[in-house]
């Protein structure tokens, strides 16, 4: 991971290579791949089945979105938070990922964090919406259809008396 060497990543998953297995200072190949800002193999790392987001180094607790805060790898952050890491988790010094990128003063994780905030907020409220209308359409049409169902009820019975009365004159 640390030569940015996607070819041998792509190798070692074909062949089955244990994604989360750390190495002797307890960092995972996602965790490296995040503070090194490789994107391309972080994603990679991240399609794999067997991937484990948020785990944290032995030694500090560190885990990949952590490490991208830390090194300014806004892409990295964004794509991990975006993947769903819990961006929550502290280290053992009780720091967030977002902590640290505002104590290193990298500006853009923090902004490119905001942004999708934002762009999921949105999402969340577009779905509502969808759901609203959906509910709505649902709520028009049992209208509409007991409406039909009355309006032929009351044309049965209209047919009803109908007959009814002619069979009395008749």
């Not at 505002?102 to 905001?114: C, I, N």
């Not at 959906?134 to 008396?161: E, I, P």
Request: hydrophobic residues 35%; charged residues 25%; positive net charge.
């Amino acid at each position: 991971v640390g030569g940015n060497q996607q070819a041998a990543v792509d190798l070692l998953l074909e062949h089955n290579a244990d994604p989360n297995r750390a190495d002797s200072r307890s960092y995972t190949p996602l965790m490296q791949a995040a503070g090194l800002g490789h994107l391309a193999i972080m994603r990679t790392l991240l399609d794999s089945e067997a991937i484990a987001i948020d785990t944290a180094s032995t030694n500090q607790g560190w885990t990949a979105f952590i490490f991208a805060c830390f090194s300014g790898h806004a892409d990295c952050a964004v794509e991990l938070a975006r993947r769903g890491c819990d961006t929550t988790l502290p280290t053992n010094f009780g720091k967030t990922g977002k902590d640290i990128a505002e104590r290193m003063k990298h500006t853009p994780v923090l902004e490119g964090l905001r942004a999708l905030a934002v762009e999921q907020n949105a999402q969340k409220e577009s779905e509502r919406e969808k759901t609203r209308e959906k509910k709505k359409k649902q709520s028009r049409l049992r209208k509409s259809k007991t409406m039909a169902q009355t309006a032929n009820l009351l044309t049965a019975q209209d047919t009803a008396l109908e007959l009814r009365e002619a069979a009395q004159k008749g």
